[in-house]
């Protein structure tokens, strides 16, 4: 079997891990209608970012198949949105709105052309920072409520594989370093999430039966 072979083979287990990565959450949501601990904030700052480099593999008119994956992520994370919105039992605040605000107005500017290709290709080398920031915040969200109940460990592993996946095409069939770096640092960041989350899973159950003792 050849490289070629190979690198088509893994391309297509990526691709198909990130068609399914977010939905064990989406599922779970679903079924407990619980987002306790699930960070808004997170995941619409990942939705700008994944909006981002969607945009940039388009204006440099990669082929579909090199982004699919992150268009994928894209789709669930709209609806993994949708979800914390409908089921939140706590009202947004300012920060959460203006999330919601900058991101439509984001959209709209593209649409109707006042940003150009050059800005979207300057943007995204200052994804890397955008990437960070939505992490930071999972990470925050945490570690101050102690309770990953409602998040799913799955989604998190198959988002930690998909950046392999990412890395694995960026560096390999397109050689774009910039996409390259982004992914690698958004696959240790998942894999620190991931991490939270098993640590977490029963916070703040182990906390009432301290209590209890």
């Given amino acids: 079997m050849d490289l070629e072979t190979v690198g088509s083979c893994l391309s297509a287990s990526f691709l198909g891990c990130c068609l399914i990565a977010q939905v064990p959450q989406i599922v779970d949501i679903l079924k407990t209608r619980n987002v306790a601990g699930i960070s808004f904030n997170g995941f ?37 949105v949708t979800l914390l919105l409908s089921y939140t039992k706590e009202p947004l605040g300012l920060r959460e709105y203006g999330n919601v605000v900058g991101y439509l107005a984001a959209i709209a500017s593209v649409y109707f052309g006042t940003i150009s290709k050059a800005m979207i290709v300057g943007v995204m080398q200052s994804v890397i920072f955008v990437n960070l920031a939505s992490k930071a915040i999972f990470i925050f969200d945490i570690l101050s409520t102690r309770d990953t109940s409602a998040m799913s460990p799955a989604g998190w592993a198959l988002c930690a594989y998909c950046n392999i996946g990412g ?8 050689n774009d370093q910039t996409v390259m770096m982004q992914r690698l640092l958004n696959f240790f960041c998942n894999i620190t999430v991931l991490f939270l989350v098993f640590y977490f ?11 209890q003792d």
């Fill in 167 to 174: 890395v694995f095409v960026a560096g390999w069939i397109l």
């Fill in 44 to 80: 619409a700052i990942e939705t700008f970012s994944l909006t981002i480099q969607v945009l940039y593999f388009w204006v440099q008119k990669y082929a579909i198949l090199s982004y699919a994956d992150l268009i994928a992520l894209l789709i669930q994370d709209y609806i993994i």
């Fill in 201 to 211: 899973k029963n916070g703040n159950k182990k906390d009432e039966e301290k209590k």
